[in-house]
């Protein structure tokens, strides 16, 4: 079974760091597109940015470029979303998800999703 | 960045009905659009992408049309479970972006 599971729920205070998790199992994780999607409390979702496991090549939404790092370790076939200064406003759920590598643009990262985790509750308060 | 606009934003109707949802995008997406269904609770889950394919598992009651800006999707005989929140995102543009959902009640 292709599954996505990530790390648990996260209490923390503005300005700590925080590595959030996803490990993968059932496929070969070095093929696919990776990508984290927050979503705010009662609101819809927002792409954060994609990883290729297998060179880590990244694309990420410009107005995060430097607020968040996305990383992977292919020998725990996991995938990280880390924060080093967080902020109250990136209290929210993330959702990490695999591509669904179909499609002649899939291979760049542009691609629609077939699996994702379960979600990381991450609370951010002063 | 490519703004995906859908609606209605709340569709109340009874079991059994059909249900229509809109997506519409700021600029062509050719056929680079899924759509996904959030039930109360849950992760999102693939119903179509590439537009029109159809994930594994999806029942055919779920249809989709369109292509370029204008896309539908469409609910025949509206079950108790398909009660949920459903979003679409277009993949042929950095940003990926998403519309702001359609939530689907029952009466």
């Known amino acids: 079974e292709v599954r996505l599971v990530q790390s648990g729920a996260e209490v923390k205070k503005t300005g700590e760091s925080l590595k959030i998790s996803c490990k993968a199992s059932?496929?070969?994780?070095?093929?696919?597109?990776i990508a984290w999607v927050r979503q705010m409390p009662g609101k819809g979702l927002e792409w954060m940015g994609s990883?290729?496991?297998?060179?880590?090549?990244?694309k990420y939404r410009s107005s995060l470029e430097g607020q968040v790092t996305m990383s992977v370790d292919k020998s725990t076939n996991t995938a990280y979303l880390q924060w080093r200064s967080l902020r109250a406003s990136e209290s929210g759920l993330y959702f990490c998800?695999?591509?669904?590598?179909?499609?002649?643009?899939?291979?760049?990262?542009?691609?629609?999703?077939?699996?994702w985790g379960q979600g990381t509750m991450v609370t951010v308060s002063s | 960045e490519i703004v995906m606009t859908q609606s209605p934003a709340t569709l109340s109707v009874s079991p059994g009905e059909t249900v229509t949802l809109s997506c519409r995008a700021s600029?062509?997406?050719?056929?680079?659009l899924a759509w996904y269904q959030q039930r109360p609770g849950q992760s999102p889950r693939l119903l179509f992408y590439?537009?029109?394919t159809r994930a594994p598992g999806i029942p055919t009651r779920f249809s989709v049309t369109g292509s370029e800006a204008e896309f539908t999707l469409t609910i025949r005989s509206l079950q108790s479970e398909d009660v949920a929140v459903y979003f679409c995102?277009?993949?042929?543009?950095?940003?990926?972006?998403f519309g702001g959902g359609t939530k689907v009640e029952i009466q």
């Open positions: 998800l695999r591509g669904t590598g179909q499609g002649n643009i899939a291979a760049a990262g542009y691609d629609a999703f077939d699996i």
């Open positions: 059932g496929y070969i994780f070095d093929q696919y597109w």
């Open positions: 990883i290729f496991p297998g060179d880590s090549d990244s």
């Open positions: 600029q062509t997406v050719r056929s680079n």
């Open positions: 590439g537009a029109s």
């Open positions: 995102q277009q993949y042929n543009h950095w940003p990926l972006t």
